[in-house]
């Protein structure tokens, strides 16, 4: 069977990237494939905001930060981006394409605003995005 340019033996085996997948499917290439598709959960990325300087402090603006990460897991094809406890000043944060944003706890990993009136603090770019345990004060 082909997919792009490869051919697939009869119960064969072919590895390619989310990306690559979701693309073809996208483009309807993969509408009638007779084959069961499984992501590996293992191959997402997951990366902590204080790996990328977000301190946290409820001092700091971690913007620049928390968004270097979010680009980082989707350049990456996906993944979770956690944020530890504490309490994160941010501007404006693009949630792109596949990227679930995974706090410590609703009540004490805090994403405060500290743009001026009436902007958002996420805006989500992506087709799928998940954001649990964790809190948003404007």
Known sequence: MPFGE??????????????EYFSHAAN???DDMPILVQIDESMKSEVSVSDFGAAGDG???????????IDYVSLSGGGIVHIPVGVYNVGTLYI???????G???MNTVLRSNASSGSSILVIEGVVANISR????I
Do not use: E
């Open 6 to 19: 490869r051919d697939i033996p009869p119960f064969g085996t072919l590895t390619i990237s989310r990306s």
């Open 28 to 30: 309807g290439d993969a």
């Open 59 to 69: 001092v700091s603006d971690d913007t620049q930060a928390i968004q270097s990460a």
């Open 96 to 102: 792109l394409s596949d990227i679930s944003l995974l």
């Open 104 to 106: 410590d706890s609703k």
């Open 134 to 137: 964790l809190r948003m004060v």
